[in-house]
C-alpha cells in the first residue's frame, strides 16, 4: 500500500511517441495502478522525451531533485525498460532519492546498485565483443565493403562492378542490424544518437571508417528496404 508523496518519472524513446502520448498512459496506468489505495499524494510528474544523443536526462535530473526537496519518493512504470541504462541508475544512486517501481515494488537502492554494476559491465562486454569480433574477421581477410565505394565505379562502364559494392554493402547493414537494433533498444534511436554508440563500440561502416547520421541513414534505409 503506497503512503506518502510520489513524483513519477515517465521516459519515452522518440519525440513521435512523446507527442501522441504512445507508451505514456500505459506508464502512467502502471504508476496509477502501484498507488491505488493507500494514503499517498502525486506531487508532481516530469516526461522524458530520451533523443538517445547522449546520456544527459534534463528531466530526469528534475525529478530526482524535486523528490529530493520535498522527501518524495521518485516512482517510475517499469524497471526493465531502465534497468541498463547506466545514466539512470547512476543517477538515483547518487540522489539518494527514494526510489520505488510500479512493476517490481521490491527493488530498493540495493538492487539499482547491483543493476548500475551489471549494466556497466554489459556495456563493457558488448564493445569487447565486438571489437575482437570485427578483428577476427579482418585477420581472415574478411573485408566490408570498398573503400571508394560504388560512387568511384560509376560511369566507367563497371556495372558489375558497382553492383558487387552495393551488394557488400547490403551485406554490412546486415552484419551490423543486430548491433543497431540493440542500440536501438538501449534507447538511442535518433540518427547522431545511433552513430555515436556505434562509434564507441568501434564498429567501423563498410568503407572502415566511422559513423556519421548519413551513414546510419543508409544502413537504416537498406534494413527498411
Given amino acids: 500500500m503506497a503512503i506518502g508523496k510520489f513524483v513519477s518519472y515517465l521516459r519515452v524513446s522518440t519525440d513521435k511517441q512523446g507527442k501522441s502520448g504512445l507508451g505514456l498512459e500505459a506508464q502512467r496506468a502502471a504508476v496509477a495502478d502501484y498507488l491505488n489505495g493507500g494514503r499517498w499524494e502525486l ?5 522524458e522525451v530520451e533523443s538517445g544523443k547522449d546520456d544527459q536526462r534534463p528531466k530526469l ?3 530526482l531533485h524535486r523528490a529530493k526537496v520535498t522527501g518524495a519518493t521518485l516512482v517510475v512504470a517499469k524497471l526493465d525498460r531502465l534497468s541498463r541504462n547506466v545514466a539512470f541508475l547512476a543517477s538515483i544512486q547518487e540522489s539518494k532519492v527514494k526510489f520505488v517501481c510500479a512493476d517490481m515494488p521490491e527493488a530498493n537502492e540495493f538492487t539499482i546498485h547491483i543493476l548500475a554494476a551489471v549494466a556497466q559491465h554489459e556495456r563493457k562486454a558488448i564493445s569487447e565483443r565486438t ?9 581472415r581477410g574478411q573485408v566490408f565493403g570498398n573503400p571508394n565505394g560504388a560512387r ?4 566507367l562502364g563497371n556495372d558489375a562492378g558497382v553492383a558487387a559494392v552495393k551488394a557488400a554493402a547490403d551485406r ?5 542490424a543486430p548491433i543497431v537494433h ?11 544518437g545511433i552513430a555515436g554508440e556505434l562509434n564507441a563500440r568501434g564498429i567501423l561502416t563498410s568503407r572502415r571508417g566511422k559513423w556519421h547520421a548519413t551513414t546510419v541513414k543508409r544502413v537504416l534505409e537498406k534494413l527498411d528496404a
Fill in 43 to 47: 506531487i508532481a510528474e516530469f516526461v
Fill in 61 to 63: 535530473r528534475e525529478a
Fill in 131 to 139: 571489437r575482437s569480433a570485427m578483428q577476427a574477421a579482418k585477420a
Fill in 152 to 155: 568511384a565505379l560509376r560511369g
Fill in 172 to 176: 554490412h547493414a546486415q552484419e551490423v
Fill in 182 to 192: 540493440d542500440i536501438q533498444a538501449s534507447g538511442a534511436t535518433t540518427l547522431l
